[in-house]
């Protein structure tokens, strides 16, 4: 699995934190495409019906960022993967009257240039409005800061905690983070989610992202109900 190779634009994701608190399934490379994508959007514009969010990236801009052997296929087949993505909205981030469950398509449409390398990427109507600054709370994700992460729960975390950066801690229930990492219905037992996906993801954060992390169990007796994460950049880890 190849890593993000660290180039001289700093482009930064910025989503509404509805997209940061949804469910779903996504590969690393799909993951690289989708903030590739965001970071390429300027989200305190929003266009008109006839100026839909869209990106484009060639197979250059690939290696230049990811360090790809084989970058027109891995950009192609993560295109063409996302196109049948969906995410599922967390009830708690919107409205009391709103259904009991939302469901969304990331991409309207993906057009694949195969003699130039190059795919075009439209975003739905849906997740447009939550990337153009229209509903209250954003965070911005450095794609630079997660350029070695080779793990999406890892990737997943980052953002998860990046929402708390002002105060460099964050709790979850565990039905919440459960969620957020695409793992209701798998890793069963918290231990076995912890040994999966929440150890894995804070040892990629502490030794290949500008974040350190620690976490600690929130419990109801005997039994974990929730975790809670200290946070801080890696130059200030030293105040643990």
Known sequence: MTELVKTESNLKATQDNQLIEACYTMTLNEKRLLLFGISKINPSTFPDVNKPFKFEMTAKEWTEHFGDDNPWRSLKRAGKKLMGRTL???????????????MLNWFEEAKFHNNKGRVVITFTRSVQVRLAGMLEQFTTIDLLAVSRLTSTHAVRLYE?????????YRVMALDDFRFAMDVVNTNK????LKRAVLNPAIKQLNEKSDLFCIVQDIKEGRTITGFKFVFRTQEQKQLF
Do not use: I, R, Y
Request: proline residues 4%.
């Open 88 to 102: 599922t909205l967390h009830s708690k981030t919107t409205d009391s009257n709103a259904p009991d469950e939302t």
């Open 189 to 192: 037992g918290t231990k076995e």
């Open 160 to 168: 998860l905690l990046s929402q708390f950066k002002s105060t460099g």
